[in-house]
């Protein structure tokens, strides 16, 4: 899972001019059509979140929808709230944590016919059953500079068709030039999970028994990073730590950005030079995080019926799909087919915002995995501390299996 959680003090906002109120969450009366609802994100994702909890209120009169924006520490304050019975009665969550919540969470009838496509709902079912509703998808694309395209005298990759991985770095090289602080780099850091889907591969087996980064598609794609940060076309995780690269981006030292999600078009907005637009991710795409509401298996009575009309409206509904976009912010792309193109109209046509909606229906969603953030964690700290993917310099066809193995038993745990 991506999940960003917010490296602020936890804190409760009530949004200018919403309906809503941020609250700490609690179990209204029984007896009560009010219910309570928790989430994560930075300050425009809170927007959007409330916007539609206040659309909703506004489409069922004398309903009260009371958030709960949680700034830091997500997970970890849903499972304390649970514990305590204080859990809001709607939570969000993202489709690679679900497994670990799914005994706190209430069962869902989930239509995929109402989704763009079949990954967006199956990515919420857990041993073939629905415990969350999808109201957002993060697929990823790739950002290009086209003036160190044009520069190279290298023609721009197509906006609808993948690069093969060979293709890209070959493009990668060609792009990359100079030296020292003036280097321009052919490609962003790699990001090895993304870039190990794009080659058919996957962290785990589908049906999550095993950890797979360790096979010969895991080893050869962790070789394919390494070989491009050692040829200089890529940099290192060192040579980016603590910067942004989308400054990079900005300062013209990428040509190629490949880790772009609905959240970063803001940023990129402000981008006027160098000229850039966007295609697709090379190869099968990086994974697509799907975000959902899931409902409190401790709901009854006229709370759970609010509830579950709160969910559909915020999955189904134009009107809340709409709300995602505040601005030129996204905090996902839309799920259902009316509303997929109101984020290609944030920015102008030659941006090619588009390519979301193609990634939106083409992405690949890996399953879920209690304890997700420990599993991976651990086996990145690994990756990180012993090869090249990090600052190590060990081969990852030695390391890479021997984690992977301790993976999987921690994942049998």
């Known amino acids: 899972m991506k999940l960003r959680l917010i490296p602020a003090a936890a804190a409760l906002l009530l949004a200018a001019g919403c309906a809503t109120t941020s609250q700490p969450a609690s179990n209204t009366s029984k007896d009560s059509a009010d219910i309570t609802f928790s989430f994560w994100g930075t300050n425009s994702e809170a927007a959007s979140l409330k916007a539609i909890a206040a659309a909703f209120e506004q489409a069922n009169p004398g309903t009260k929808v009371t958030t709960n924006w949680i700034q830091a520490d997500y997970e ?3 499972q304390t709230s649970i ?3 204080t859990q809001s009665t709607v939570m969000e969550i993202s489709n690679s944590s679900l497994a ?4 706190s969470f209430a069962e869902q009838q989930v239509d995929p016919a109402k989704y763009v496509q079949p990954n967006i709902s199956s990515a919420l079912q857990f041993e073939g059953k629905y415990y969350a509703m999808p109201f957002a998808a993060k697929p990823k694309v790739m950002a290009i500079n086209v003036d160190s395209f044009k520069a190279a005298g290298v023609p721009l990759p197509s906006a609808t068709t993948p690069l093969t991985l060979d293709e890209f770095k070959a493009l990668a090289a060609k792009l990359s030039h100079g030296d020292g602080k003036a280097r321009v780099f052919g490609s962003s850091n790699l990001w090895y999970r993304g870039w190990l889907t794009a080659a058919g591969g996957g962290y785990y087996n589908a ?3 095993a950890c797979t980064f360790g096979d010969e598609t895991g080893v050869k794609t962790a070789q394919y990073v390494v070989d491009l940060q050692k040829e200089r076309l890529a940099p290192t995780s060192t ?4 910067q942004d690269q989308a400054q990079w981006f900005a300062a013209g030292r990428l040509a190629m950005f490949s880790d772009f999600g609905p959240w970063t078009v803001a940023d990129f907005a402000k981008i006027a030079k160098p000229n850039w637009t966007l295609v697709p991710v090379p190869g099968k795409g990086f994974p697509m995080e799907v975000d959902g509401l899931a409902i409190s298996k401790k709901a009854t009575g006229k709370q759970l019926e609010t509830a579950k009309k709160f969910v559909e409206f915020a999955g189904t509904a134009q009107a809340a799909q709409d709300l995602l976009i505040q601005g030129n ?4 792309v839309p799920v259902i ?4 193109a109101t984020l290609e109209k944030v920015l102008p046509a030659d941006r090619n915002l588009a390519a979301f909606t193609t990634a939106l229906k083409t992405g690949l969603v890996g399953p879920s995995v209690a304890r997700e953030a420990q599993i991976s964690g651990d086996a990145e700290k690994g990756m990180n501390s012993y090869t090249p993917l990090g600052t190590g310099k060990d081969d990852v066809a030695k390391v890479l299996p021997d984690l992977a193995t301790k993976c ?3 994942l049998q745990k």
């Open 76 to 78: 970890q304050k849903i």
């Open 83 to 85: 514990a305590g019975g």
């Open 100 to 103: 670990g919540f799914v005994p």
């Open 207 to 209: 049906d999550a028994t």
């Open 239 to 242: 040579d980016v730590q603590g």
């Open 329 to 332: 912010t996204a905090l996902g």
């Open 337 to 340: 087919a009316a509303s997929t």
């Open 408 to 410: 999987t038993a921690a």
